[in-house]
């Protein structure tokens, strides 16, 4: 894909400026398709495609979790990890004002605000993983040691 087609996000001008390796992918972006259009219409494991989702604490404390497109994050489990009370889904109106970015476009680079970042550890696994670029219907592919490098996430162990 040539440079001029990538969509300049301040996901992509981050990753550009700690000159991390990534490969950019439009696709048609589905209404609550979530992860299983993503994987589909780039042909790769959805497992790969990983999730960008703002939580709460329970004093609205913004966090984010990064979790494989194919499983679910247990709040229960992440709340005892945090050792808070509770960990919930932001609405869509605050994840939106917390990241900068749009639901379905979330990206976990370059967010409004910052915030502290979990990993699923298993996507350590992957060998190419594939996140919200910034903007819906853009991923960018790449390698986990460099989103690692970059995010500085606590790695976990949350899905199910």
Do not use: W
């Amino acid at each position: 894909m040539a440079k001029d087609k990538t969509p300049v996000t301040a996901a992509v001008r981050l990753l550009r400026q700690h000159r991390i390796n990534f490969t950019p992918h439009l696709y048609g972006y589905e209404e609550k398709g979530g992860t299983a259009v993503s994987a589909r219409e780039l042909g790769v494991e959805e497992h790969c495609v990983i999730k960008t989702l703002i939580m709460e604490d329970e004093n609205r404390q913004p966090l984010i979790v990064l979790m494989h497109g194919d499983r679910e994050v247990s709040t229960k489990e992440l709340a005892r990890v945090m050792e808070v009370k509770k960990v919930d889904p932001c609405a869509p109106q605050s994840a939106d004002r917390h990241s900068g970015y749009q639901v379905g476009g979330t990206s976990p680079f370059a967010t409004r605000k910052k915030m502290p970042v979990f990993m699923e550890e298993t996507i350590m696994a992957c060998p190419r993983i594939y996140l919200n670029g910034g903007k819906r219907g853009f991923l960018v592919e790449m390698d986990p040691q460099d989103a690692v490098r970059l995010l500085q996430p606590q790695l976990v162990k949350v899905g199910i």
